[in-house]
T-cell receptor, first 112, second 112 residues
Framework: SAVISQKPSRDICQRGTSLTIQCQVD?????MFWYRQQPGQSLTLIAT?????????ESGFVIDKFPISRPNLTFSTLTVSNMSPEDSSIYLC?????????FGPGTRLLVL | GENVEQHPSTLSVQEGDSAVIKCTYS??????FPWYKQELGKGPQLIID?????GEKKDQRIAVTLNKTAKHFSLHITETQPEDSAVYFC???????????FGRGTSLIVHP
């Protein structure tokens, strides 16, 4: 299975600022995904990031708030822009490999 | 779209007892059903999965059963240990889709 790392592992940010989360995979993958997990909740898909094309966003998520980059087949970034306390969540990177999704360790974000 | 219901939301057992978590799904086209374990401070980890062409799969103390007619599947953990304490998520994925729908999670607590 793919080994996925994320940076930072956690952060505390002030409202109105932005944070960029990095996701690195140890092998080339076509599909990468970004999820949000609010406290005590399930996993909500933010967007699908494909190399060489624009990310595809799910209902309720927009590019201006969550811009995504996918410069190559092993790396992606998610930016959480103009943060508010409601953005406090765990953000998870995921990849699809052999019809199975594997997750990174997550980035724990607290917005004050 | 797919809807996955998961029960119970919390499950407390004594060490050595069995634990059962149940999920139902709505989309009859779903054909892949993974289970994830999320320990505190970590990302979800795939522990077992089942495809619609089999009714049961076992891996040591963990087993998953699938009833396609009733559209439900269950996770069975035998001889529970304190290290089994975590949040467990079921998911269902439609054939041809990369994106699973997740249940709301079950917090399993195993008391020594």
């Amino acid at each position: 299975s793919a080994v996925i790392s994320q940076k930072p592992s956690r952060d505390i940010c002030q409202r109105g600022t932005s944070l960029t989360i990095q996701c690195q995979v140890d092998s080339q993958v076509t599909m990468m995904f970004w999820y949000r997990q609010q406290p005590g909740q399930s996993l909500t898909l933010i967007a699908t990031a494909n190399q060489g094309s624009e990310a595809t966003y799910e209902s309720g998520f927009v590019i201006d708030k969550f811009p995504i980059s996918r410069p190559n087949l092993t790396f992606s970034t998610l930016t959480v822009s103009n943060m508010s306390p409601e953005d406090s969540s765990i953000y998870l990177c995921s990849v699809d490999q052999g019809e199975t999704q594997y997750f990174g360790p997550g980035t724990r974000l607290l917005v004050l | 779209g797919e809807n996955v219901e998961q029960h119970p939301s919390t499950l407390s057992v004594q060490e050595g007892d069995s634990a059962v978590i149940k999920c139902t799904y709505s989309d009859s086209a779903s054909n892949y059903f993974p289970w994830y374990k999320q320990e505190l401070g970590k990302g979800p980890q795939l522990i077992i999965d089942i495809r619609s062409n089999v009714g049961e799969k076992k891996d040591q103390r963990i087993a998953v059963t699938l009833n396609k007619t009733a559209k439900h599947f269950s996770l069975h953990i035998t001889e529970t240990q304190p290290e089994d304490s975590a949040v467990y998520f079921c998911a269902a994925r439609r054939g041809g889709s990369y994106i699973p729908t997740f249940g709301r999670g079950t917090s399993l607590i195993v008391h020594p």
